[in-house]
C-alpha cells in the first residue's frame, strides 16, 4: 500500500523539542519534493517547511526558520522534522505530504498525504 505514516506528535512545554518523523511505504522519495504542513484549529493549513527532490534547497516558514531543521534518511525512506524552542503558537496537527512539483515555498502539486500527528505545545 501507497502511504506516508507520521508519528513523534505529543504534548510538550514551551520551549521543548520534539522530532516528527514520516515513513514511505510502497514507493520511495526519490522522484517527489517532500513538504511537513501543519493546521492549527481554525485556521488553513499552512507549509512549514518543504525539500526538493534534489536536496538542494530547503524551504523554512518565516515563523519556524532557527527553530525547526528538516532532514532525511533515504536508507530508512524516511523524513524528520527537527523542532526546538517550541512555542503555543506552534500546537497544530502536522502533516508530510510528498509533491510531484513544487514550486515556490510549499506551493505545489501535492501526490501523497499522511495522517498526522497531532503537536501540542502548553504555556
Known amino acids: 500500500e501507497v502511504q506516508l505514516v507520521e508519528s513523534g506528535g505529543g504534548l510538550v512545554q514551551a520551549g521543548g523539542s520534539l522530532r516528527l518523523s514520516c515513513a514511505a511505504s510502497?514507493?520511495?522519495?526519490?522522484?517527489?519534493?517532500i513538504g511537513w504542513f501543519r493546521q492549527a484549529p481554525g485556521k488553513r493549513r499552512e507549509g512549514v517547511s518543504c525539500m526538493r527532490s534534489s536536496e538542494s534547497v530547503t524551504y523554512y516558514a518565516d515563523s519556524v526558520k532557527g527553530r525547526f531543521t528538516f532532514s532525511r534518511d533515504n536508507a530508512k525512506n524516511t523524513v524528520y522534522l527537527h523542532m526546538n524552542s517550541l512555542k503555543p503558537e506552534d500546537t497544530a496537527v502536522y502533516y508530510c505530504?510528498?509533491?510531484?512539483?513544487?514550486?515556490?515555498?510549499?506551493?505545489?502539486?501535492?501526490?501523497?498525504w499522511g495522517q498526522g500527528t497531532q503537536v501540542t505545545v502548553s504555556s
Open positions: 505530504a510528498t509533491l510531484t512539483r513544487l514550486l515556490n515555498g510549499c506551493s505545489g502539486v501535492v501526490h501523497l
Open positions: 510502497g514507493f520511495t522519495f526519490d522522484d517527489y519534493a
